[in-house]
T-cell receptor, first 113, second 117 residues
Framework: DGGITQSPKYLFRKEGQNVTLSCEQN?????MYWYRQDPGQGLRLIYY???????QKGDIAEGYSVSREKKESFPLTVTSAQKNPTAFYLC????????????FGPGTRLTVL | AQSVTQPDIHITVSEGASLELRCNYS??????LFWYVQSPGQGLQLLLK??????LVQGIKGFEAEFKRSQSSFNLRKPSVHWSDAAEYFC???????????????FGEGTQLTVNP
């Protein structure tokens, strides 16, 4: 079955540690996105990538980094510079020719202790 | 810049009652508009979308939405709500392709729907 996978579902880290969240898609989509979701704030865009080896900052990129070495993979690293990293993180993807319609993965809940 | 407002943070309806969730957008031209639904701890699922043409669009699970340009609105409706519709609903706006922000969606803050038996 085609889809977007995010692993792990739940992630716990100690304060000051970097952590990488995985996002893989087998939909052959060109563009991929990372969002952060906090209660009452909707979804906020962290980074997005429209093609391999290229990505752009979203609205809240500070303290995060990404890479796009393969079309199907778009990992997100939450660095120790992110002041409040505990949140629900959602990955999405889109075919280039579709009208912005994005498909979402199941999400990863990150808790920093 | 594009923006979306969902005025209702939380709505409670009885099962079988009709539902309308409000969405207002700000955009310089005709936007692309979407409604997504999210169950607790899950990703988002697309309910319906508007690109052009007929302003009343049908989606999955019996939902529909109407695009009203004069009111900058894209309200979501369902004639009879089921208990399984309890979830959070997000309205989103996207720019037209070819525009600088054409690849991005901007989401509203969401409306939490509770369904009473």
């Amino acid at each position: 079955d085609g889809g977007i996978t995010q692993s792990p579902k739940y992630l716990f880290r100690k304060e000051g540690q970097n952590v990488t969240l995985s996002c893989e898609q087998n939909l052959n989509h060109d563009a991929m996105y990372w969002y952060r979701q906090d209660p009452g704030q909707g979804l906020r865009l962290i980074y997005y990538s429209q093609i391999v080896n290229d990505f752009q900052k979203g609205d809240i990129a500070e303290g995060y980094s990404v890479s796009r070495e393969k079309k199907e993979s778009f990992p997100l690293t939450v660095t120790s510079a992110q002041k409040n990293p505990t949140a629900f993180y959602l990955c999405a993807s889109r075919r280039a020719e579709t009208y912005n319609e994005q498909f979402f993965g199941p999400g990863t809940r990150l808790t920093v202790l | 810049a594009q923006s979306v407002t969902q005025p209702d943070i939380h709505i409670t309806v009885s099962e079988g009652a009709s539902l309308e969730l409000r969405c207002n957008y700000s955009y310089g031209a005709t936007p692309y508009l979407f409604w997504y639904v999210q169950s607790p701890g899950q990703g988002l699922q697309l309910l319906l979308k508007y690109f052009s043409g007929d302003t009343l669009v049908q989606g999955i699970k019996g939902f529909e939405a109407e695009f009203k340009r004069s009111q900058s609105s894209f309200n979501l409706r369902k004639p009879s709500v089921h208990w399984s519709d309890a979830a959070e609903y997000f309205c989103a706006v996207g720019a037209r392709r070819g525009e600088t922000s054409g690849s991005r969606l901007t989401f509203g803050e969401g409306t939490q729907l509770t369904v009473n038996p």
